[in-house]
């Protein structure tokens, strides 16, 4: 399962992790047994002429010792195309019986033939996207929320600069404009009289 933030910039999901750091890639079956964990795939055959076959490199399941949420992540205007990705600082521990887990200290219990899917059970799922949320989406959405209002008031500062500059043309005194600015006679004069 994925998740995918309501601007569509953010795509989280579940890797299984092995001890050495490789990380499945994400695709199950194609003739793989449940028991083994894609982590690598390859394509035989010319792309112009045939369908091309693909070549899976596998490891047992047995040895996926926990799960990363990850991220992809891309541009806010542009085509949809990845611009970059994340992934979680902490692991998502396997743990080797159902009595171990403890989802609230990350710790999950997945059979060998459920390691790829781990993220088809509900609560697993939710554990995922809280994580993807608290770490990286929501910080990502409070961070461009925060460029659009800093935007917003750069265009604000400006159109607020422009008026005050005709309204001093039109005769308007510095007293008249800081007031209807909110400011001193003197803040305002200070502040558009170079202009």
């Not at 710790?107 to 949320?133: F, I, P, T």
């Amino acid at each position: 399962m994925t998740w995918v933030t309501d601007d569509g910039r953010h795509e989280g999901y579940l890797v299984a992790e092995f001890a050495d750091g490789v990380r499945a890639n994400g695709i199950s079956g194609g003739g793989v047994p449940p028991d083994r964990v894609i982590v690598a795939t390859t394509y035989e055959g010319d792309l112009a002429e045939t369908i091309p076959v693909p070549q899976h490199q596998t490891r047992p399941a047995g040895q996926v010792v926990g799960w990363r949420v990850m991220c992809q992540c891309y541009a806010p205007d542009g085509p949809m195309e990845p611009v970059g990705s994340w992934m979680s600082s902490g692991l998502l521990i396997r743990v080797p019986s159902p009595t171990l887990e403890d989802l609230p200290g990350r710790r999950v219990y997945a059979a060998d033939d459920d390691v790829v899917d781990v993220d088809d059970r509900d609560d697993v799922d939710e554990l995922g996207r809280q994580v993807w949320r608290t770490e990286h989406a929501d910080r990502h959405t409070l961070l461009d929320q925060l460029d659009r209002a800093v935007d917003a008031e750069r265009e604000a500062r400006a159109e607020t600069d422009r008026i005050a500059r005709e309204a001093r043309t039109a005769g308007s005194t510095w007293e008249q404009i800081g007031r209807a600015a909110g400011i001193t006679r003197q803040a305002a004069h200070e502040r558009w009289s170079a202009s």
